[in-house]
C-alpha cells in the first residue's frame, strides 16, 4: 500500500517540476506536496548547504531553526554523512536541535546534484516512530525524482 502510495506520489512530483528550474520555487512546491499528502506531520522543507552549514529553505510549519552546522543535529549529520537519517525518537539522538519541541521523530534525505549535498529535505512529526523503511525508501524515490527533473 505505501509503495503504491509512493508511486503515485513520485510521479506527481513529476508532473509538479516539469519545466521549473527555479530551486526556490520547486523546493517550495515539493515542501507543500510532502505537507499535503502525508499524514501526521509538523514540519517538512528544506535546509540547503552554504559553505559548513546548512541555512533554512522553503518550507511547511512552524518558524524553524535558521542555520544548523554541518555534522550536528538530523540534519547536518544527514548532509555530514550524505546519507539518509531515520530518527525513531529525536530525543535519544545524541545532539538533536530541537527547533520545535513537538517534534518526536525525523527523517531528513540528503538532495545531492551531481553527487554533492546542496541541501536537506527535513520532514518531522510529533508522532514516535513515526517513519518506517517503506516511508525512508519513498522519500528517497520522491528525492530522486526531484533532481532528476531539476538537474538532469
Known sequence: MKVEFYQTL???VEALMAGEDDIVAAMANFSALINDNLDDLNWAGFYITKGEQLVLGPFQG???CTRIPLGKGVCGTAAA????????DV????????CDSASNSEIVVPVRQNGKVIAVLDIDSPLLNRFDQDDQDGIELLVKQFETCLFD
Not at 554523512?81 to 525513531?88: E, G, I, K, S
Not at 530525543?91 to 530541537?98: M, P, R, V
Request: net charge positive; no cysteine; charged share 20%.
Open 81 to 88: 554523512l550524505n546519507q539518509t537519517q531515520r530518527v525513531a
Open 91 to 98: 530525543h535519544q539522538f545524541e545532539g538533536h536541535i530541537a
Open 62 to 64: 512552524k518558524v524553524a
Open 10 to 12: 513520485t510521479r506527481q
